[in-house]
């Protein structure tokens, strides 16, 4: 018997309802594939705990009647179970999602969980790489492809990661037809929000050297970055890469294709680029979230200063 069949005998009264909210949180949502998979596993675990928390098999009422002494249960369990601060407050967060889901459709509505607070996380700045590190990634990925075309391909997308501070699904998602006939390229991010990016001269520049010298023919509904099946080219293939290089090079472990968009943000920081316009050019719902490379930039000054200042290093 599978585990999704066994769940769901725990829990058969609510079975239709955890289905029917994936079934929003994959149609609707349009959620990740690792979103949607660690929402399933939190809730379902969620459902399992309440099992055997309550002594009985689940149905709506129950989770009507919950109160937070329940919740701060589930999360001392989760925490018992080894979890991390970050693991717990993602699995408060699906939680929280499925209750959502379940008031937004009158199906019950139960306050408790609001009163619920998340876990204290520490603050975590990105980790951009300096203009050094982030110019010698983009020439020596070329050393790790196995053919001239798949060398060209990892130049223009970690070009493009760097050049426009794209997220790497961002850049894996776009299609052949949403390169640009002017300079400006339509992004859709996260929440199928959308965004217009400038793309830079170099960036075009090695989009077009990649599109020559593909051996596939790319139609222009379909995607513009491929393997070496003619598929949509897939995520893990760069951060192959990536780790390939950062051997090589002897780069830290945050060297990363994310880094590259972590860079793109602090090198426009400090070159004197206001918050606001790098908010809207990576894509953040909120201010809060871009203000963190205000400490980043900080810390790269400090590093610059550290580095280079006569009087330092007397």
Known sequence: MSE????HMVYPALASLLGNWLDYLRVEKRVSGHTYTAYQRDVSG????????????????????????????????????????????????????????????????????????????????????????????????????REPWIRDRDIAVLTLLYGCGLR???ALNLNR????DDNMLRVIGK??????????????????????SCPHALPM?????????GKRLNARMIQLAMERLREVLGLPPSATPHALRHSFATHLLTAGGDLRTIQELLGHASLATTQHYTDVDTAYLMDVYN???PGVKS
């Open 4 to 7: 999704k069949n066994l769940t």
């Open 46 to 145: 969620f459902l399992v705990f309440l099992a055997g928390h309550l002594g009985k098999s689940p149905d709506k009422t129950d989770l009507q009647n919950l109160q937070p002494t329940d919740f701060r249960a589930f999360l001392a369990h989760r925490r018992g179970c080894g979890l991390t601060p970050a693991s717990v407050a993602r699995t408060l967060s699906a939680v929280r999602a499925f209750f959502k889901f379940l008031r937004r459709n009158d199906i019950l509505n139960n306050e408790a969980i609001n009163a619920i607070s998340s876990p204290k996380l520490p603050r975590r700045l990105p980790r951009p790489l300096d203009e050094k590190m982030a110019r010698a990634s983009l020439v020596n990925i070329a050393d790790f492809a």
């Open 168 to 170: 790497i699904s961002e």
């Open 177 to 180: 037809s949403d390169l640009p």
């Open 191 to 212: 929440r199928n929000k959308e965004r217009l990016v400038p793309m830079l001269p170099v960036v075009r520049s090695a989009i077009e050297h990649y599109l020559a």
């Open 221 to 229: 509904e379909g995607p513009l970055f491929i393997g070496v099946q």
């Open 307 to 309: 580095n280079a200042h």
